[in-house]
T-cell receptor, first 113, second 119 residues
Framework: AQSVSQHNHHVILSEAASLELGCNYS??????LFWYVQYPGQHLQLLLKYFSGDPLVKGIKGFEAEFIKSKFSFNLRKPSVQWSDTAEYFC???????????FGTGTQLKVEL | DADVTQTPRNRITKTGKRIMLECSQTKGHDRMYWYRQDPGLGLRLIYY???????NKGEISDGYSVSRQAQAKFSLSLESAIPNQTALYFC??????????????????FGPGTRLTVL
């Protein structure tokens, strides 16, 4: 079975710091990759997704992620975080052509003023 | 109006009670899912349905059952609730789309969640 690993469980940053959250998956075939964000008390929202093409994907709110196939990774980045980015971030993977998502355990990001 | 709605939003119940959580969607999607979220464990799939006549178990289906009453409705039941079923439950929908389209293929849309506490 495929699995998704998010190595950072809790991250604390100051405003304007750069962010990188790691995500690695175990499935060796074609994959679709997602990052979701969950703001406090809210439901999951899609930040960005990768299906094919350019491995550098840009999402909403200045987030981007890079798919590195050789490393089975899809790390999330943002050059300068804001206090409003405080949330939990989930990486998710589905097999290409399939529709079940496997989620990582999430990373709690706290941005301090 | 929200595209994916869940009722109730919060529920406290006692061990042994039967509980039903409901999910409705106006997105016209064929595929619906139930997940539970636990701190430190992320989201885990309970059941999913690719159309009204198709129901499939996810990775943690024991103790749960589902009903797909219509394309737009997918209910999750706990036949006899136990305390370790205390969690945040999310419903999601997706449209399989067509290969080559960039919109919605495999993307899931989530409801607001139901916080269930079993005492």
């Amino acid at each position: 079975a495929q699995s998704v690993s998010q190595h950072n469980h809790h991250v604390i940053l100051s405003e304007a710091a750069s962010l990188e959250l790691g995500c690695n998956y175990s499935y060796g075939g074609t994959v679709n990759l997602f990052w979701y964000v969950q703001y406090p008390g809210q439901h999951l929202q899609l930040l960005l997704k990768y299906f094919s093409g350019d491995p550098l994907v840009k999402g909403i709110k200045g987030f981007e992620a890079e798919f590195i196939k050789s490393k089975f990774s899809f790390n999330l980045r943002k050059p300068s975080v804001q206090w409003s980015d405080t949330a939990e971030y989930f990486c998710a993977v589905s097999k290409g052509g399939g529709n079940k998502l496997t989620f990582g355990t999430g990373t709690q990001l706290k941005v301090e003023l | 109006d929200a595209d994916v709605t869940q009722t109730p939003r919060n529920r406290i119940t006692k061990t042994g009670k039967r509980i039903m959580l409901e999910c409705s969607q106006t997105k016209g999607h064929d595929r619906m899912y139930w997940y539970r979220q636990d701190p430190g464990l992320g989201l885990r799939l309970i059941y999913y349905s690719f159309d009204v006549k198709d129901i499939n178990k996810g990775e943690i289906s024991d103790g749960y059952s589902v009903s797909r009453q219509a394309q737009a409705k997918f209910s999750l039941s706990l036949e006899s609730a136990i305390p370790n079923q205390t969690a945040l439950y999310f419903c999601a929908t997706s449209d399989p789309g067509l290969a080559g389209l960039t919109v919605s293929y495999n993307e899931q849309f989530f409801g607001p969640g139901t916080r269930l506490t079993v005492l």
